[in-house]
């Protein structure tokens, strides 16, 4: 059964940057048939893409964030990882990551369990 | 502001049948884009329920019917229970924007009354 855990500070002050790991086990972070995602969810709000990456090391990014956002992949340790710079209280959410379909058919499949990161002095 | 619009609850009564709409434009839904339904239930990570606008993933209840056309999608939920009080959120991919764009809807409540 395939299974993601993020892990990471759960605290994170203002203009700093946010560093997240997802560990995957019970397959392969390698598979040709899989993008690798980051998603998040201010409390009580709705979900928000970060951006995917496949094992390669191609990443594509939301729009909205790609100024701030790098996505990266380990695939020796089976991770990825993402790094959100110059944070602000606006970036606090709960942040999941998730297997995602190489097609437009699959969907995200797999999800973390997700983990808070709070950004305050 | 979410690319994909879902009306931000429904409700029904055990046993009802409710529908939950995600409407798009031409760059994400009506570009033929396929459409997932996520399922989140309070305080635990979302879970995929619909993928390929129509198609359930493995343990899945047939309860739970997906559809597109056009520009929009649809959830329906059967013989609604009270398990099924839950968000539900729609997700697609829009081309304006960059390629393999993921956008999802701003969610649903379910209330099941």
């Not at chain 1, 040709?32 to 709705?46: E, L, T």
């Not at chain 1, 100024?67 to 990882?81: A, G």
Request: charged fraction near 10%.
């Amino acid at each position: 059964q395939l299974q993601l855990q993020e892990s990471g500070p759960g605290l994170v002050k203002p203009s700093e940057t946010l560093s997240l790991t997802c560990t995957v086990s019970g397959g392969s972070i390698s598979s040709s048939s899989y993008y690798w995602g980051w998603i998040r969810q201010p409390p009580g709000k709705g979900l928000e893409w970060i951006g995917s990456i496949y094992y390669s090391g191609s990443t594509y990014y939301n729009p909205s964030l790609k100024s701030r956002v790098t996505i990266s992949v380990d695939t020796s340790k089976n991770q990825f990882s993402l790094k959100l710079s110059s944070v602000t209280a606006a970036d606090t959410a709960v942040y999941y990551c998730a297997r995602q379909g190489y097609d437009f058919w699959s969907g995200l499949d797999y999800w973390g369990q997700g983990t808070l990161v709070t950004v305050s002095s | 502001q979410s690319v994909l619009t879902q009306p931000p609850s429904v409700s029904g009564a055990p046993g009802q049948r409710v529908t939950i709409s995600c409407t798009g434009s031409s760059s994400n839904i009506g570009a033929g884009y396929d459409v997932h339904w996520y399922q989140q239930l309070p305080g635990t990570a979302p879970k995929l329920l619909i993928y390929g606008n129509s198609n359930r993933p493995s343990g899945v209840p047939d309860r739970f019917s997906g559809s597109k056309s056009g520009t929009s999608a649809s959830l329906a939920i059967t013989g609604l229970q009270a398990e099924d009080e839950a968000d539900y959120y729609c997700q697609s991919y829009d081309s304006s924007l960059s390629p393999m764009n993921v956008v999802f809807g701003g969610g649903t409540k379910l209330t099941v009354l």
